[in-house]
């Protein structure tokens, strides 16, 4: 048992960062800007006040650090939830694929 409720592999840490997230889907390429609200070993979260994003959608994700001892995080990743709120808002969830 690991010791905790969420049911996952993995502790997931709560980072509230601006991020921009590329679409990659078969019309075109778009960015989205959002603000990461979790990571873990395997997967993130979004938060974006646009649109919601297909199951399966391929993206890439990058996230600027703000801090000169951390370096920025770049990763492709695909599309595993996508829920839009009643505040316009969409929440995103991606399994990281690959890091750069």
């Known amino acids: 048992m690991l010791g905790y409720n ?3 592999n993995f502790f997931r840490m709560m980072v509230n960062s601006a991020c921009e997230i590329v679409v ?3 019309e075109s390429s778009r960015t989205l800007h959002a603000v990461c609200k979790d990571i873990s070993a395997t997967g993130m979260s979004f938060e974006v006040e646009e649109q919601s994003v297909e199951i399966g959608t ?3 994700v990058y996230i600027e650090s703000t801090n000169s001892q951390i370096p920025s995080l770049s990763a492709k990743a695909r ?3 996508s829920e839009c709120n009643d ?3 969409c ?5 990281i694929t690959e890091m750069n």
């Open 6 to 8: 969420d049911k996952r």
């Open 24 to 26: 990659n889907d078969d």
């Open 58 to 60: 391929a993206v890439d």
């Open 79 to 81: 599309v595993v939830r």
């Open 87 to 89: 505040d316009a808002t």
């Open 91 to 95: 929440v995103i969830g991606v399994e």
